[in-house]
């Protein structure tokens, strides 16, 4: 029975020392964390709050300030990096590249610390335009721990300056489980059969091809452009068959290449079929924008009455601006001539609304354009046009 009380007593018994223990830890850790906020200047605080409240030039000035007394202290390496940033961000791309190549002088950047610092030297190079320099640092990134960063950074170089080899090089370096740059490479031996469909080198051009649909067999593009190689060497038939299937990669590039597949079908003697074909296609794909090209062949091949009559019909089907725009170009010589002008001033208002509220937009970052790009100058992503214009 004492052995028992014994055992209850002797943890009470150990309490006071417990808490004492505890109250000396946090005595000690409380001082350490107020020591340490002594010794941090207080320009540092008033440059977080000036980069709170977006105020970059009051912030320059005051990490500048912290940075001149704390340079030969192991705390000014992260701050040094951090201010050749925000030197970077502001446009100050000398002052970011003065900053960054006096760390890499210190001897005490080494390893990890000096791969950090050259991967911000490239970007300063690369923002300030020097291209080549920026390139020639990254290149000698991409062993180390920065390899997958300056890689990344290297395909948006190679991108840039279309230099679509090196930039399939790159993705294909970067090509792994999680994300494979199928699409991207695709894209890129794309550009490289369009550069040699210009040049008339036709045999390059669908070699380009043929590799862009084996990395990603539902690019749309790479039909297109062999339809356009099959036109340019008049395999009409060829030229249908590649604009055709498109189809069934994704129907909505059909209005790209809707006139194109006219064409072919019309060297073939067969234009009532051709247009027979696109009708097909608005009347399974509303959203398609063929109206223009449907009333314009329709137009030649079965005269006015019955190309404006078809005309209305289609666009019924999903009316829009353009539509309601072209149904009023087609009434006009049919209305009462005191109404005629009325009419026409309506459909000039209808147009002009039309040309600034129907554009492409990019799916991703939804940059707009009156015009059609593949690779998107707002965000680079690739594809990502609506291929039909919208109301934006």
Sequence with gaps: MDTVVWWWIIPVCFLPVFFAMG???ARVDMRAVLKQAKTVPTDFYAGVDALVDKNTDVAVRAFGDVLAKQEDTPDAYELAVSMGKLYRNRGE?????????KLLDSPDIIGEKRQRVLYELGQDFQNAGLVDRAEQIFQGLKEGNAGKLAREVLLNIYQQDRDWEKAIEIAQELSHDAQTYQFEIAQFYCELAQTSLFRS???????????ALGYNRKCTRANMLRGDVAMAEQRYQDAIDAYAAIEQQNHVY????GEKLFDAYQALDQAEQGLNVLIGYIRTFPQLDLIDVIYEKALVLRGEEAAAALTAELVRIQPDLRGAYRLLGMQLSNLDPTWRADADMMRGIVGRY???????????CHFKSQVFFWHCPACNKWET??????EV
């Design 23 to 25: 109250w000396f830890a």
């Design 354 to 364: 039309a040309r600034k509220a129907l554009m492409y937009r990019c799916r991703h």
């Design 93 to 101: 791309n000398d002052k970011a590249i003065a900053l960054h190549q």
């Design 254 to 257: 059909l209005s790209m290449v």
């Design 201 to 211: 080198q036709f045999a390059a051009a669908q070699d380009y091809i043929a590799l």
């Design 385 to 390: 046009f609506t291929p039909n214009k919208i």
